[in-house]
């Protein structure tokens, strides 16, 4: 069972505006979200994080918005630029698994020009 | 710091052949483990180390094979390649029990079986 899942594989938004790519879990026992981003023929590389005992961080232009009554996160990338065109992988820690991630499947984003 | 280094970028091995995937790590990492990494299925967990000595199972263990004889390498065996293996492979690391649980991923092995 897909115990994290980012629903769309890919996402194309106009240079400047906003870019929004969501994750949903199932499992309850998640305390620790992050996002990764991945350029082609590059291992993933590590955006931004957050806590469960939070619902919201920000960094630059990322933030990372959860909804845990929902089992939802959500990254926000306010403007976008093309360089941000790259893949994004969700992942969540459960509180047993130590240092373990489950991730998603990964969403494509489309940067424009 | 080198980070996290894998050998090699490329292989190609028939079906039935066996081939190691090699990752190391200048970071002191105790947690060290291997994904791969399909269309549309995202990163699933092979095997996973937090220390010399340590090794245990992720989500897709069969036909792989790991050991940990020093903190700084985490070698991949393929016992016996299979189409179904082919993949693009990825090594990561991370401290143990640190609280931002980031993973620091090597930059993979293109893998093809025929």
């Known amino acids: 069972d897909q115990q994290v899942k980012q629903n769309s594989p890919s996402l194309s938004v106009q240079e400047g505006r906003i870019s929004i790519l969501n994750c949903d879990y199932t499992?309850?026992?998640?305390?620790?979200f992050l996002w990764y981003k991945k350029y082609p023929a590059e291992g993933p590389t590590f955006l931004i994080s957050?806590?469960?005992?939070?619902d919201k961080n920000e960094d630059g232009r990322f933030t990372v918005f959860l909804n845990k009554s929902a089992k939802h996160l959500s990254l926000h990338i306010v403007p976008s630029q093309p360089g941000d065109s790259a893949v994004y992988f969700c992942?969540?820690?459960?509180?047993?698994?130590?240092?373990?991630?489950?991730f998603g499947e990964g969403t494509q984003l489309t940067v424009n020009p | 710091n080198a980070g996290v280094t894998q050998t090699p970028k490329f292989q190609v091995l028939k079906t039935g052949q066996s081939m190691t995937l090699q990752c190391a790590q200048d970071?002191?990492?105790?947690?060290m483990s291997w994904y791969r990494q399909d269309p549309g299925m995202g990163l699933r967990l092979i095997h996973y180390?937090?220390?010399?000595?340590?090794?245990d199972q992720g989500e897709v263990p069969n036909g792989y094979n790991v050991s940990r004889s020093t903190t700084e390498d985490f070698p991949l065996r393929l016992l016996s390649a299979a189409p179904s293996q082919t993949s693009v492979y990825f090594c990561?690391?991370?401290?143990?029990?640190?609280?931002?649980?980031?993973?620091?991923f090597g930059p993979g092995t293109r893998l093809t079986v025929t």
């Open positions: 499992n309850s026992m998640f305390d620790y």
């Open positions: 180390s937090v220390g010399a000595g340590i090794t």
């Open positions: 990561a690391s991370s401290y143990w029990g640190d609280k931002t649980y980031e993973q620091y």
């Open positions: 957050i806590s469960s005992i939070k």
């Open positions: 970071m002191n990492h105790e947690y």
């Open positions: 992942a969540a820690r459960g509180v047993t698994s130590g240092s373990r991630l489950t």
